[in-house]
């Protein structure tokens, strides 16, 4: 790893903290909802075994689900961004030497975070939706809520990348 695993528990720690206590009460008419925890799956480096990044998602979500009284619905939905996040990356065609690298802003650059990171977030976004609803009745309602509530993620995610990577 590249950085001390206290780092990263630091981080996992701040991250469930911002969440809970400040991002879940920015909430527009309850229509945006960010969900800011999903940056923790996203900056683990990209060496971490697929076995310790579904393990680390799944810790993750349900540490959310705890505060948040949701009986498993993040913790799904963390798994599954944990899932598709070593497609992302192999997709890059990352070199040797750039495996131990964290996946941030200022290691791949503005073009490569932003998609990488609106794949994942969209992905997280439009699975706990939709398991929220557990319908597809209210279809464009979610879909758009889901939209919105991504734009929003990917905005306070790529403004984190200025303060948590600053030089």
């Keep these: 790893m590249n950085k001390k695993p206290a780092w990263y528990i630091l981080l996992f720690v701040v991250v469930v903290l911002l ?5 879940n009460n920015l909430q527009v008419s309850g229509f945006i909802n ?12 990209v060496s971490v075994s697929r076995t310790v990044l579904l393990l680390l998602g799944f810790v993750l ?24 996040r070593p497609f992302m990356i192999d997709t890059s065609n990352l070199e040797d030497q750039d ?5 941030s802003l200022q290691n791949f650059g503005f073009r490569w975070f932003l998609k990488y990171a609106a794949v994942l977030i969209l992905v997280h976004h439009f699975f706990l ?9 209210g279809f464009l309602y979610t879909f758009l809520r ?9 905005i306070l995610i790529v403004i984190s990348q200025f303060i948590i990577f600053r030089k």
């Design 19 to 23: 969440q809970v206590l400040f991002v």
């Design 146 to 154: 889901s939209i919105l509530s991504s734009v929003f993620t990917l």
């Design 99 to 103: 495996k131990g690298m964290i996946p």
């Design 129 to 137: 939706f939709f398991v929220e609803m557990f319908s597809f009745n």
């Design 61 to 84: 979500g349900i540490t959310i689900d705890i505060f948040s009284s949701t009986p498993g619905i993040h913790a799904s939905a963390t798994v599954l961004v944990a899932f598709i």
């Design 34 to 45: 960010p969900y800011f925890y999903v940056l923790f799956i996203m900056l683990l480096p």
